[in-house]
Every structure is written in structure tokens, then in C-alpha cells.
């Protein structure tokens, strides 16, 4: 018979034996990362650029590590449904999730997020960049920029956009063009970006500010016009197509990112293993040409770089939040 006294310090003692257990396992659960297949949580519906951008690869990723990457598309509330879906998954590598811009401009959009773009995350790496283009339906009789801003001031509010949700690029971009160009549109938002596209190329909205990895299939079949791209500098492979700032708003510069993060709490190493293969992955000859054929620039950003990242960009996209007028919710 185990004496009381000892009885009780062997029971105090098993929190204590269980946590040592627990921490050595961990170093030797993510030297065997990845044993299984990883879930890749997509923010966005299929079609769209995260959605493109992270199919690319993923599938360039899964060949090296030795395990399929599962694409997961979670759309919904402009990127909130599959970060928050990712925020609450186990941390252990097997569930990652790839969004965009929204994971900080849904920051400053609603005030009650079920989670935190900086505390809920692990960041893994920022991937890549690309610009949004100004899209037009070919019912619009317009065919410059200039030429949107002064139909727009004859018909305030009449000419209305589409974009997959309050909080995404498209949302955004188009808010800061309304605001700086001192027009009126009226917002259409979708749940899936082919029913945005649908609409704009039948003429049931006029405008669009989708990504480029999108827009460009549609654009070089004739389905829709491009007025010009939101970025600092023309695109590489829009050339002829020009800039917001170059068009008529001097200074117009917006981007979307896409950046791959774990749950907090996901083991440093497993970081730096998904961080290393995503990176290589970036680095492959046929991915790095796919991706400027798409319009996207790679970055391939450590783990370090993406959280600082992150945390410049959430100032940043409230003060536009806030100059552009969009809705807090």
C-alpha cells in the first residue's frame, strides 16, 4: 500500500511528468514533418488569384516535402471564413492557410473578429504580390479611365462594381479609386469571384477590380476591358495597359499580397520546414515563369519578415479604410 503522503506528491507530480512528455515529443513529431498529407485552407473561391497562386505551389511544394498538399477553398466575408476556420485548426503543420491583403484590412474593417491577424497566426511566409486591374464591362461606353471618372460625374451612383466581398482587394482598390477620383458607384458584392466575373461580362455590372492572375484569361479573350492596373508601375505583361497614377490620379498605388500562415502555437521547426519548401517551391524554374506569365511577382519572405510585414501593413490599410469611406462594420 502506497503511503498518503506519497500518493499525493505521485499525483501532483503527473501534471509535471505529463508537460515533460508532452515538450519532448514535440522536437520529434516535426523531425517526421510532414508524415501525412497538409491541408492548405484557401481563402477564396477557386478561379481567383489566391486560389491560382496557391495551386501553383502547393502542388510544386507537396513534390518536395513527399506529401500531397489538399487544396481547401473556404470562401467567404471577404477571406474572415477560412482564416478563422485556420486560426482554430490544431498547430501542428497539417493545417495552413493562404489569404490575402483582407487578413489586415478585415482589421480594420470589423471590429469584432473571432480571431487576431498578428496573435492567432504563425506566420510561415509572404509568397507573393500582384496588382488588381481596373475591369470594365464592354456594355460600358467608356474606354480610358477618363473617360469612367466623366460618365460617372453625369451619373452619380448609377454605375455600380462587383467584388467578392467587403474587405477584399477588389472591394478596397475600387473604394480608394471612387474616393480619390470624387465619383459615386455603388457596390455589388458577390460570395464567389466566376458569379462577379458572369455579371460583368453580361453587363450586370459595370466594374470590377479583380487581381491580375484572374483578369488576364478573360482580358485576352475579349470578355471584359482593362483600364488600367492599381499598382506603382506598369505590368509586365499589361505593357500597353497604364497605371492609375499615370491615367489621371497621381500617387494611386495598391497591391495585394498572399501570405501563408499556421495556427499559433505551430512548432518553430515545422515553421521553418513549410517556410524552406514553400520557398524552393517559389525558386523552381517552371513555377517562377508561370507566375510572371500570371502577373505575379514572387517573394518567398522568411518567417520574421512576414510578421513584420503584417504588422506595418495594419496602420497602413486603416488609415486607407478610413480615407476611402468603406463601411466599418
Request: hydrophobic share 45%.
Amino acid at each position: 500500500m502506497i503511503p498518503k503522503r506519497l500518493a499525493v506528491r505521485a499525483r501532483h507530480a503527473w501534471p509535471t511528468v505529463l508537460m515533460c512528455a508532452m515538450a519532448a515529443a514535440l522536437p520529434a513529431a516535426a523531425q517526421h514533418y510532414p508524415s501525412r498529407p497538409i491541408r492548405l485552407i484557401v481563402a477564396f473561391a477557386p478561379g481567383g488569384s489566391v486560389d491560382l497562386v496557391a495551386r501553383l505551389v502547393a502542388q510544386k511544394a507537396g513534390a518536395l516535402f513527399g506529401q500531397t498538399v489538399v487544396i481547401d477553398n473556404r470562401p467567404g466575408a471577404g477571406g474572415r471564413l477560412g482564416a478563422e476556420m485556420a486560426a482554430q485548426a490544431t498547430p501542428d503543420g497539417y493545417t495552413i492557410h493562404i489569404t490575402s491583403a483582407s487578413l489586415v484590412v478585415n482589421a480594420a474593417i470589423y471590429r469584432n473578429l473571432p480571431y487576431d491577424p498578428v496573435k492567432s497566426f504563425a506566420p510561415v511566409t509572404l509568397l507573393a504580390s500582384t496588382q488588381n486591374a481596373l475591369a470594365a464591362t464592354p456594355a460600358l461606353p467608356v474606354k480610358s479611365v477618363a473617360d469612367l471618372i466623366a460618365l460617372a460625374k453625369q451619373q452619380p451612383g448609377r454605375i455600380n462594381y462587383g467584388s467578392t466581398g467587403v474587405g477584399t482587394s477588389g472591394h478596397l482598390t475600387m473604394e480608394m479609386f471612387r474616393s480619390q477620383a470624387g465619383i459615386q458607384l455603388t457596390h455589388v458584392p458577390y460570395k464567389v469571384i466566376g458569379q462577379t466575373y458572369t455579371d460583368l461580362f453580361a453587363g450586370r455590372v459595370a466594374l470590377f477590380f479583380p487581381t491580375l492572375p484572374g483578369a488576364l484569361p478573360h482580358y485576352r479573350g475579349g470578355k471584359m476591358r482593362l483600364l488600367a492596373v492599381s499598382g506603382a508601375k506598369r505590368s509586365t505583361v499589361l505593357p500597353a495597359v497604364p497605371t492609375l497614377a499615370e491615367a489621371t490620379l497621381p500617387g494611386f498605388e495598391a497591391s495585394t499580397w498572399y501570405p501563408v500562415l499556421a495556427p499559433a502555437g505551430t512548432p518553430r521547426a515545422v515553421v521553418n520546414t513549410l517556410n524552406r519548401a514553400l520557398v524552393d517551391a517559389l525558386k523552381a524554374a517552371d513555377i517562377a515563369k508561370r507566375l510572371d506569365e500570371m502577373g505575379v511577382e514572387p517573394a518567398g519572405s522568411t518567417p520574421a519578415q512576414l510578421a513584420a510585414h503584417i504588422k506595418a501593413e495594419l496602420p497602413k490599410w486603416a488609415e486607407v479604410v478610413k480615407l476611402s469611406g468603406a463601411a466599418v462594420h
